[in-house]
Every structure is written in C-alpha cells, then in structure tokens.
C-alpha cells in the first residue's frame, strides 16, 4: 500500500502539539529530515518538528520560500479554509 500524502513544499498540514496546536499551516521549505520550515496566515514563519504535523490531502502549487503575500493568496484561491 503507497503512500498518498508526502512531505512536499505546499502541502498543509495541522499543528497537533504545542503553543500551535490546531492551526494550519504549509510546508514552504524542507531543512532536513526532521524538520520543515512552515507559515501561515497568522503567524510567523518557523521551523517545525515532523512530529508536530499532521499532513492533510490538501496541498496548493506554491514555491519554495514564497512571501507571505504570495502565500495568503495561494492560500485563498485553493480555498484551505473551507475544505
């Protein structure tokens, strides 16, 4: 049985542990296998443990290190919040 959700630059994921906990946010850039550069809307951009996220089905065509208005707007035109 593959494998259907990958860590990948754009893919949202949901904070499961932490003063996060319960937001989305993307994958923006991969640091190492541990670890994932990761932003959202409201917050600022961070570094996260794999072990925090939870990976979602959704993921928006972004690219790596986007700005965060870049990011809102793909955000918004793959309407995240609503799925």
Known sequence: MPFKRYVEIGRVDLVNYG???GKLVVIVDVLDQNRALVDAPDM???QMN???L???DIKI???RVPRKKSLIE???KA???NK
Do not use: G, H, P
Request: aromatic share 10%; hydrophobic share 35%.
């Open 19 to 21: 003063k996060d906990y």
């Open 44 to 46: 600022v951009r961070s």
């Open 50 to 52: 794999f072990k925090r």
């Open 54 to 56: 939870s990976l979602t």
């Open 61 to 63: 065509d972004i690219n």
């Open 74 to 76: 793909a955000m918004e």
């Open 79 to 81: 309407d995240v919040k």
